[in-house]
Nanobody, 115 residues
Framework: QVRLVESGGGLVQPGGSLRLSCTASGIDVNTETMAWYYQAPGNQRELIAS???????NYVDSVKGRFTIARAYAENTVYLEMNSLKPEDTAVYYC?????????WGPGTQVTVSS
């Protein structure tokens, strides 16, 4: 059974930084294409960044140049380094594979960007 637990969110001022972590069990993040998604208030969950098993990364335009997705091989963990945060980045952030299995979503972690 896939279990994903996100952490690292919080309240940060505009321009600040956060690093989110996603610890996985039941899957090997090194062999999957892993992704970060966010869900802003009133909106659907959206894909924002992904990393293939070969290390290729892809980002939506709104986070390109500010966010970095990475993996820790030995820890079976995926990270999202977020810099130059903006109020519009406020959302609940989730990690998952690029093709999420039913019932695999974790609780997410709340990121609030506000002065």
């Amino acid at each position: 059974q896939v279990r994903l637990v996100e952490s690292g969110g919080g309240l940060v001022q505009p321009g600040g930084s956060l690093r989110l972590s996603c610890t996985a069990s039941g899957i090997d993040v090194n062999t999957e294409t892993m992704a970060w998604y966010y869900q802003a208030p009133g909106n659907q969950r959206e894909l924002i960044a992904s990393i293939t098993s070969g290390g290729w990364t892809n980002y939506v335009d709104s986070v390109k140049g500010r966010f970095t997705i990475a993996r820790a091989y030995a820890e079976n963990t995926v990270y999202l380094e977020m810099n130059s945060l903006k109020p519009e980045d406020t959302a609940v952030y989730y990690c998952n594979t690029l093709e999420p299995r039913p019932g695999s979503w974790g609780p997410g972690t709340q990121v609030t960007v506000s002065s």
